[in-house]
């Protein structure tokens, strides 16, 4: 299968020859004739599946064919969950939405930077990358109306639609057409999310690409059993002796994060902190920062385990668990992405031991278990 086949317009097809993507993913496959047609579609796939140009490109055809482009105002809305991953998505339309013939404008708006810029540019827009909140805030200040939107997407859907976001989300469904296409994609279906589909979905195109397991075995896992106070020294001692040029780190609290950059700064390790306490042009600058290669370390929350592309990512580190499986899934599948191998490792105490044993069950792999006592960690 060919992207010509799937009915994509020359423009986009040059695009996709630029940017050397040669075939169609599963995903991009399955996905894009229903949105062509119009259908409502529930999409779940892995991140790193291409997912993103899945629902980017027909959305884009779509409107191409739009006549009544030239009122400016929102035809597609796009929800994520996190500000990093707004700006993600908002890239990929961004980059096809501008060969194409009817030039469609996109923004990304988040919270955490000021709004006025947002306000400004809001005019001309046709597909809104949003985080609910900014989002919300927008509407109140009548920056935005919703009114003329034909195609809600929600990434990272099941995020989108549980309970932290609910009362955001049920607000911003009210503002919308009830006639409209609804494409929901998630990485992982939860039982909220079922439950809401009936609501949101008029007979969807149901498409399940399950490279999983593969994905999953792409990544080469390991866990070291250590105790708390020897992290520190074993991350260290991962980092300096695998030579990792990029290692992200993750731990399960913000102020852990900035203690474990400036650990690892005091030591010789480049690291930068990314968590919600802060300021979104140190969290963009971070993420920037270590997509170009720039900086060794980014050490982050649960915040970046879902969407975020890096490229070609070697390893994750998990300094501490997650308290749910799924993330833990999602954190190691930032690595081992598009066919590229990757590397997970774990620090597990003694006390995390059964849940990483529940953790591994669901993951469907066992992981081999290191004991940091046989490694010598004297100067790290
Ligand atoms: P996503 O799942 O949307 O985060 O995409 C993961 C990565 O795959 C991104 O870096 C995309 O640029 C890349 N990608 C998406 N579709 C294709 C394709 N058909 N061929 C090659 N790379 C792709």
Redesign the pocket.
Known sequence: MS?KNLGLSPSLLRA?DK???????P??EKAIPPILAGKDVLGI??????????FALPTLMNLQKDTRLRNRCVKVLVLVPTRELAV??NE?FHQFGRVIENHVRTLAVFGGVSINPQMQKLQNVHILTATPGRLLELIEKKAVKLSDVQTLILDEADKMLNKSFEKEFQSILKLLPRKRQNLLFSATLSKDLEGIREVLLKEPTVIKIEPKKTNIELINQSAYLVTDAKKGPLLRYLIKNNDFKQVLVFASSTYKVDNIVNKLKKNGVDAFAIHSGKSQSARTNALAHFKAGKVQALVTTDLLAR???I?FLPCVVNYELPRSPKDFIHRIGRTG??ENPGQAITLVTEKDLPHFKTIQKKMGKWVDLSYSEEINLHGY
Do not use: C, M, W
């Open positions: 992207f996709l940017l050397n993507y040669k075939q169609p993913t995903i991009q796939a892995q991140t790193g599946s291409g997912k993103t140009a899945s993600q998505v990929v969407g975020i592309d490229e992405r598009a």
